[in-house]
């Protein structure tokens, strides 16, 4: 060893596998809902896509990298600005107040430590820092498996709905993901 050098640390490389002991099925209906969910924003994607007037590659552009809360407001804003409305705007509004509730229920879900209480439940639990002297706070709740698949079925409903809704608008292509 030169003078002046520091031998190097030898760490371990053992690999530590965490298991998250949730029953199999809630894992599937998780699964099942993430997926519904990524359905739904690509519904939400198409109904923007088939409201622009410009080529593809641009509305690709306009809806890539938005967050979901701003595809819905696109969503509605655009489609109050379209003059060939085929569905009474009130439906496509209560169409984004729904999806916009799964969004909170799904955030809900994937920003919360999983937790399996028995074979027919499991619980969430988040930890929040609060400002202004609330400090950490956290927040239980307590799933049932018909509930997330209750919301996964919801979910790719609204997708439906909204995909229907603009299928044949106008000459559509797929959006550009």
Request: aromatic letters at 6%; a neutral charge.
């Given at each position: 060893?030169?003078?002046?050098?520091?031998?190097?640390?030898?760490?371990?490389?053992?690999?530590?596998?965490?298991?998250?002991?949730?029953?199999?099925?809630?894992?599937?209906?998780?699964?099942?809902?993430?997926?519904?969910?990524?359905?739904?924003?690509?519904?939400?994607?198409?109904?923007?896509?088939?409201?622009?007037?410009?080529?593809?590659?641009?509305?690709?552009?306009?809806?890539?990298?938005?967050?979901?809360?701003?595809?819905?407001?696109?969503?509605?804003?655009?489609?109050?600005?379209?003059?060939?409305?085929?569905?009474?705007?009130?439906?496509?509004?209560?169409?984004?107040?729904?999806?916009?509730?799964?969004?909170?229920?799904?955030?809900?879900?994937?920003h919360s430590t999983l937790t399996k209480i028995d074979n027919e439940n499991i619980e969430t639990k988040k930890t929040t820092i609060r400002t202004r002297?609330?400090?950490?706070?956290?927040?239980?709740?307590?799933?049932?498996?018909?509930?997330?698949?209750?919301?996964?079925?919801?979910?790719?409903?609204?997708?439906?709905?909204?995909?229907?809704?603009?299928?044949?608008?106008?000459?559509?292509?797929?959006?550009?993901?």
């Amino acid at each position: 060893m030169r003078a002046g050098s520091m031998p190097k640390e030898k760490f371990p490389s053992t690999l530590i596998l965490l298991e998250h002991g949730l029953p199999e099925e809630f894992v599937h209906a998780i699964g099942e809902l993430i997926a519904n969910f990524a359905q739904l924003e690509w519904s939400i994607k198409f109904g923007i896509q088939t409201l622009l007037t410009c080529d593809q590659a641009q509305k690709g552009i306009i809806t890539a990298d938005q967050n979901f809360l701003r595809l819905l407001e696109m969503l509605r804003s655009l489609y109050f600005h379209a003059t060939n409305k085929r569905v009474p705007l009130q439906q496509v509004e209560a169409l984004c107040d729904a999806a916009e509730e799964v969004r909170k229920y799904r955030n809900k879900l994937l920003h919360s430590t999983l937790t399996k209480i028995d074979n027919e439940n499991i619980e969430t639990k988040k930890t929040t820092i609060r400002t202004r002297g609330k400090g950490v706070q956290q927040k239980w709740e307590e799933l049932n498996l018909d509930e997330l698949k209750r919301l996964s079925n919801k979910i790719q409903s609204i997708s439906g709905e909204i995909t229907g809704i603009f299928m044949g608008y106008h000459d559509i292509s797929p959006p550009v993901m």
